[in-house]
């Protein structure tokens, strides 16, 4: 049972483009999360999806920020018009319930904004 | 999601037990205590969780204090690639869809051989 993937692992940016971060959850998970880490931080929640549907978003900022879990394929995490302070690892996780069941991380995306 | 308290960092010396601490006074009835670590450059890793009795698995021990307030991640050998930051997190159930993970700052655990 191959783990979360998460790709691409590294991805550089320029100030004003958009990012598009992919998660492929372990099979038969419906529950995925993101996580993002500022460099020298902790891990901070962003959003928490099932397939089709935002269960909660309270951690993603406002603006530029967009996340789906379609019914085929992976979820993916959007940030438009990227600016340095974007730069950060972001974390998927998947689980296969909600609180007693673990999360399983992916290796993560480096996002490097010039 | 209750706040946990732990060390900064600490120490060990390779094949030695570790006890890594956590306070979570404000802990409610139902909350699980969760245990997460996350290796260099790597996404966080689940280690165990318990609810009020000790847990042991193959990776480690979880002894919960009896009141419930405190916790602590026994590592029996430590090795060098235990070497690792160390989340101690309380996850609500609500029954419902709360599900994220709230990371503390954690333990860095450094093994010396």
């Known amino acids: 049972n191959a783990g979360v993937m998460q790709n691409p692992r590294h991805l550089v940016r320029r100030r004003g483009q958009e990012a598009r971060l992919r998660c492929s959850p372990m099979k038969g998970h419906s529950h995925v999360y993101w996580y993002r880490q500022l460099p020298e931080e902790g891990l901070k929640f962003m959003v928490y999806l099932q397939k089709e549907n935002i269960i909660d978003e309270s951690g993603m900022p406002k603006e530029r920020f967009s996340a789906e879990f379609p019914k085929e394929g992976p979820s993916i995490l959007r940030i438009q018009q990227v600016v340095r302070g974007d730069s950060a690892a972001y974390f998927c996780?998947?689980?296969?319930?909600?609180?007693?069941?673990?999360?399983?991380f992916g290796p993560g995306t480096r996002l490097t904004v010039l | 999601d209750a706040k946990t308290t732990q060390p900064n960092s600490m120490e060990s010396n390779e094949e030695e037990p570790v006890h890594l601490p956590c306070n979570h006074s404000?802990?409610?009835?139902?909350?699980?205590i969760h245990w997460y670590r996350q290796l260099p450059s790597q996404g966080p890793e689940y280690v165990i969780h318990g609810l009020t009795s000790n847990v042991n698995n193959r990776m480690a021990s979880l002894a919960i204090a009896e009141d419930r307030k405190s916790s602590t991640l026994i590592l029996h050998r430590a090795t060098l690639r235990d070497a690792a930051v160390y989340y101690c997190?309380?996850?609500?159930?609500?029954?419902?869809?709360?599900?994220?993970?709230?990371f503390g700052k954690g333990t860095k655990l450094s093994v010396k051989p």
């Open positions: 996780a998947s689980s296969a319930g909600v609180v007693e069941n673990e999360q399983f």
């Open positions: 404000t802990i409610s009835g139902t909350d699980y």
């Open positions: 997190i309380l996850r609500v159930n609500y029954g419902g869809s709360q599900g994220n993970l709230i």
